[in-house]
């Protein structure tokens, strides 16, 4: 089982995993808000919010960006889902999505695009590591859908 963790959430709520268990839970991190691949993927969990529903499956976006930069995101995008903050890098060591990446000729420690389905007894379902964003939310979805639980 995993490891249990509260992270800072969009809407002045605190987000514990551990009350989450009993459906399907959904965290998708991403290296930063308002940036081209993010938006796109944060855009297309949002245009399909309502199928994860009905599945019983509740989406999380995560990245490394402060509360603030969150609630103008989710505001910009009209997301109908909640932001964590992990500015401590909690998930994300928990998860291990940091990676060194180049950007701009130079070395950088950020968060490999990365999504993880936990199933209702907290154990993860499946994980996707170096999405493409485009596309990968309905990759998500169409997995979901294929979890007898689910459908």
């Known amino acids: 089982m995993m490891n249990d963790f509260e992270l800072p ?14 459906k399907y ?22 245009d399909l919010h309502g199928e994860f529903q009905k599945l019983g ?6 990245s490394r960006d402060s509360i603030k930069s969150h609630e103008n995101f989710r505001v910009k995008f009209s997301l109908p889902f ?3 903050s992990d500015s401590d890098e909690t998930a994300c060591n928990l998860f291990g999505v940091l990676r060194e990446k180049m950007m701009y ?8 695009r990365s999504t993880f389905l936990i199933g209702a007894d907290g154990e ?18 169409t997995q ?8």
Do not use: M
């Not at 959430?9 to 009993?22: C, N, Q």
């Not at 839970?25 to 949002?46: A, H, V």
């Open 9 to 22: 959430s969009t809407g002045g709520k605190v987000f514990r995993l551990s009350a989450s268990r009993g």
């Open 25 to 46: 839970l959904l965290l998708y991190f991403y290296p930063k808000d308002n940036t081209p691949g993010c938006t796109t993927e944060s855009q297309q969990f949002r």
């Open 57 to 62: 499956c509740t989406i999380y976006g995560i």
């Open 82 to 84: 909640d932001l964590l």
């Open 105 to 112: 000729g130079k070395k950088v420690r950020g968060i490999e």
């Open 124 to 141: 993860i379902v499946r994980e996707w590591r170096g999405v493409k964003a485009d596309g990968h939310a309905q990759e998500v979805l």
């Open 144 to 151: 979901l859908q294929s979890l007898p639980e689910a459908s």
